[in-house]
């Protein structure tokens, strides 16, 4: 890497779909930390199908989006368009200002505790742990793999969704079950959406004026996938998801926690085979399967003109939100603050308001003009009075993986 070198290029390859960001990682003018400022960001979705599309939007040079629709075969077609797209705007992959690739890779196992750098015995990890990531993984892997092909030369980083979870105390991890079957198939809590649970955890520090290791957070990220973690002094000691994205919260498309019996059950009297089962938990379930609708936006509108399925939808969704704040608040002794965070976090304020109503006894309270205000920065919800701080954080994945590649590359 050469010292000009100050762009990191962000991959999170999907099974269909490929996101990118290319980010400039050159510390401010100030001297302070790097800036990670979005040159181009932009997006391929539906690989593999003949209505493919690439979005992209050159932000370095104030461009317009530029999209592109027809057949992309694979993922190498998809990441040869987006370069073409960035060699478009002078910001190629060949260029010597290309300082590395961060991939966002789902699962590390408990290997990967920290953001690192891909060489083959990495890959073959990363390959190994398929079994309990079959539907991201691979596609992580053709993504790296290809991005390996266009720029052998390049460091090339692994950015892992469970590696800040790993911190989670044995007690935490483990499953109540025979722990030789759990070992035998690597069966335990993971975790995931850590990448945005570090963010968010620090930012809401920082928004306290204090030192990540001083604070205690909950914080929930509330998106399509939703997740909750318990964060004592920057170290993640619980989280909500477990062997896979399925357990916890109540979700767009998954039921979240559910009693396993009612999988044997759906088996043995509703006839229902083991992937009936897992499509009807992941894609048919959650807000999605409770009222029709997994916008909260929708169900919002809905509840506005008096559905009652929409109204419930919402209320069991605030009712499993409640139960992990207060199961957290316990887990941490001390909660300095709750942040929200993800899509339904950041803009749905009746959210908020609802996930916290009747918990005053807990020192919890939203303030209802601060929760009401619409903003893209981090800030504080709670009242003055208020014991427990709560505050909007937006996340920002993206940023998390170039710093995290960035500062490895330069270690
Ligand atoms: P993911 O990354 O998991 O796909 P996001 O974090 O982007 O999801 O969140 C998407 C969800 O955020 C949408 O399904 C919708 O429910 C919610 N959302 C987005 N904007 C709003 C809004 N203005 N008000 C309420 N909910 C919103």
Redesign the pocket.
């Known amino acids: 890497m050469t010292a000009t070198a100050t762009r990191v290029l962000v991959l999170n390859s999907g099974s269909s779909s490929v996101k990118y960001q290319l980010l400039d990682m050159k510390p401010d003018s100030a001297g302070g930390s790097a800036a990670g400022t979005r040159l181009a960001v932009g997006l391929v979705e539906r690989i593999g199908e003949e209505t493919s599309r690439l979005a992209h939007t050159p932000l370095a040079t104030g461009g317009d989006t530029r999209e592109t629709e027809g057949p992309i075969a694979d993922h190498e077609a998809a990441l040869k368009a987006v370069a073409a797209e960035l060699s478009a705007d002078g910001l190629g992959l060949d260029s010597p200002q290309l300082a590395a690739i961060g991939h966002r890779v789902v699962h590390g196992g408990l290997k990967f505790t920290a953001p690192t750098v891909i060489d083959d015995a990495v890959l073959k990890e990363i390959e190994r742990l398929v079994p309990v990531a079959p539907l991201h993984n691979p596609a992580n892997i053709t993504g790296i793999r290809t991005a390996q092909a266009l720029r052998p030369d390049l460091p090339q980083v692994a950015v892992f969704d469970t590696a800040f979870h790993t911190t989670m105390p044995e007690y935490a991890a483990r499953y109540a079950i025979d722990v030789a079957t759990a070992d035998a198939h690597r069966i335990r809590r993971y975790g995931f959406h850590g990448t945005s649970h570090a963010y968010v955890s620090r930012k809401t520090a920082e928004l306290l004026g204090k030192d990540p290791s001083e604070v205690n957070v909950i914080v929930l990220h509330l ?3 939703a997740s909750a973690s318990a964060v004592a002094g920057g170290r993640c000691v619980d989280t909500s998801m477990g062997l896979t994205p399925l357990e916890g919260l109540v979700m ?1 498309t998954r039921s979240g926690d559910i009693d396993p019996a009612v999988t044997f059950h759906l088996k043995r009297v509703a006839g229902m085979s083991e992937d009936d089962v897992d499509v009807l938990l992941n894609k048919k379930s959650g807000l999605v399967g409770l009222c029709g609708d ?4 929708e169900i ?1 509108r809905r509840i506005d003109e008096g559905d009652e399925r929409a109204r419930l939808a919402f209320d069991i969704y605030i009712h499993r939100l409640k139960k992990y704040i207060g199961a957290y608040t316990a887990v941490l002794g001390r909660v300095d603050a709750v942040a929200f965070t ?3 976090g950041e ?2 304020a009746p959210v908020r308001a609802a996930a916290v109503a009747g918990l005053e006894e807990m020192g919890l309270a939203v303030d209802a003009d601060l929760n009401a205000v619409r903003s893209g920065e981090p800030r504080l919800i709670s009242p003055e009075y208020a014991r427990v701080a709560v505050a909007v954080v937006p996340t920002d994945e993206e940023l998390e993986i170039a710093q995290q590649t960035y500062a490895l590359v330069n270690a």
Do not use: H, K
């Open positions: 998106g399509n996938g767009g997994n916008d909260m936006r919002r993800a899509g339904v803009n749905a």
